[in-house]
């Protein structure tokens, strides 16, 4: 196993109640990194766009957002060359078949439906992390 240590995960979320939830249950989960909350689309790309700032290895974006969606995001970031990229997984409580189809069309790197229990909610974080942070690769952004 890897560790996660020097990696940055981005969440936009917009619920706080949501935000406290994941950062636990990955805190729970073993995640030592480092992760940054934006609560709405315009400010997770103002961030990313932001050359100052380091680049997260992976985003987790919630679809229903205020001021700019996830599927908008999506668009925005697959047309950046800087973020093109990026491992994006959509990890919101939309059911609807036509989010799924858009996030996928749109570059979606995963598609997970956020549990309605506590319990199952920290069982995919678990999951999440442990294959996107432990067994996957992910890209080096500092490499040009």
């Not at 480092?34 to 609560?39: A, N, T």
């Not at 999506?74 to 989010?99: C, K």
């Not at 678990?126 to 952004?141: E, G, I, M, S, Y």
Request: charged fraction near 30%; hydrophobic fraction near 40%; charge should be neutral.
């Amino acid at each position: 196993m890897k560790t996660e240590d020097a990696t940055l995960l981005m969440i936009a979320e917009d619920d706080l109640d949501d935000q406290l939830i994941l950062r636990q249950a990955l805190t729970d989960s073993g995640f030592r990194g480092e992760m940054e909350f934006c609560s709405d689309g315009r400010q997770l790309l103002t961030r990313l766009r932001d050359p100052a700032r380091r680049l997260p290895g992976l985003v987790l974006l919630d679809l229903k957002m205020p001021r700019m969606g996830g599927l908008e995001v999506l668009v925005q970031m697959r047309r950046d060359s800087r973020l093109s990229n990026m491992p994006v997984v959509a990890f919101t409580s939309s059911e609807l078949p036509r989010d799924v189809q858009e996030a996928y069309r749109h570059g979606v790197n995963g598609y997970v439906r956020k549990p309605g229990s506590l319990t199952e909610l920290r069982e995919a974080i678990r999951a999440l992390k442990h294959f996107w942070l432990d067994v996957a690769t992910l890209p080096n952004h500092s490499v040009a």
